[in-house]
T-cell receptor, first 115, second 114 residues
Framework: DAGVIQSPRHEVTEMGQEVTLRCKPI?????LFWYRQTMMRGLELLIY????????DSGMPEDRFSAKMPNASFSTLKIQPSEPRDSAVYFC?????????????FGDGTRLSIL | AQSVSQHNHHVILSEAASLELGCNYS??????LFWYVQYPGQHLQLLLK??????LVKGIKGFEAEFIKSKFSFNLRKPSVQWSDTAEYFC????????????FGKGTRLSVIA
């Protein structure tokens, strides 16, 4: 089975540019999470969706960050304009929620470098 | 708010040594508990999970963890480590309902030397 698919794997861009990260969750999963990993702060939640609806975006750093989930098989995380402090690894995870608890499955991550 | 504490930032062991990584969490309700491993440059992989039932859970690659509710702990153990276990290990917790975000500890970097 295909796991969580993220693209791109690596992104290097200049400060001020728009960055779009993409995620395809595991087919059939109905919850999707965006996490950010930095040396200073570790792994932190940015936003999560249940059944394509954003539930909690309190982890989104500021208005420069936005996320969408237009359908069950695709989500984007956009940073506009990007800043050097946004450099991090961004992970997407998905899970199936229901009567039986399931673990979250993570994608390979996008390593973002803002120059 | 939930929080997770991992006591060791970096652990260095020789091959065949026994491993125990500490994890304590802070949350008043029922939780799910997880250990994830991250090999260098790779994504997070699930090592093991606790949802309910037997507090001693066995995971992949010979790892196990014990949930001690009274101590709010979920320590990871392995009787004999291998060089290939060199990685970063993350303890995580979420609310029992399941479809809630994970709260992670800061991670413990394990280095296994020959």
């Amino acid at each position: 089975d295909a796991g969580v698919i993220q693209s791109p794997r690596h992104e290097v861009t200049e400060m001020g540019q728009e960055v779009t990260l993409r995620c395809k969750p595991i087919s059939g999963h109905n919850s999707l999470f965006w996490y950010r990993q930095t040396m200073m702060r570790g792994l932190e939640l940015l936003i999560y969706f249940n059944n394509n609806v954003p539930i909690d975006d309190s982890g989104m750093p500021e208005d420069r960050f936005s996320a969408k989930m237009p359908n069950a098989s695709f989500s984007t995380l956009k940073i506009q304009p990007s800043e050097p402090r946004d450099s991090a690894v961004y992970f997407c995870a998905s899970t199936l929620t229901g009567r039986i608890n399931q673990p979250q499955h993570f994608g390979d991550g996008t390593r973002l470098s803002i120059l | 708010a939930q929080s997770v504490s991992q006591h060791n930032h970096h652990v260095i062991l020789s091959e065949a040594a026994s491993l125990e990584l500490g994890c304590n969490y802070s949350y008043g309700g029922t939780v799910n508990l997880f250990w994830y491993v991250q090999y260098p440059g790779q994504h997070l992989q699930l090592l093991l999970k606790y949802f309910s039932g037997d507090p001693l859970v066995k995971g992949i690659k010979g790892f196990e963890a014990e949930f001690i509710k009274s101590k709010f702990s979920f320590n990871l153990r392995k009787p004999s480590v291998q060089w290939s276990d060199t990685a970063e290990y993350f303890c995580a917790v979420n609310q029992w309902s399941g479809n809630t975000p994970l709260v992670f500890g800061k991670g413990t970097r394990l280095s296994v030397i020959a």
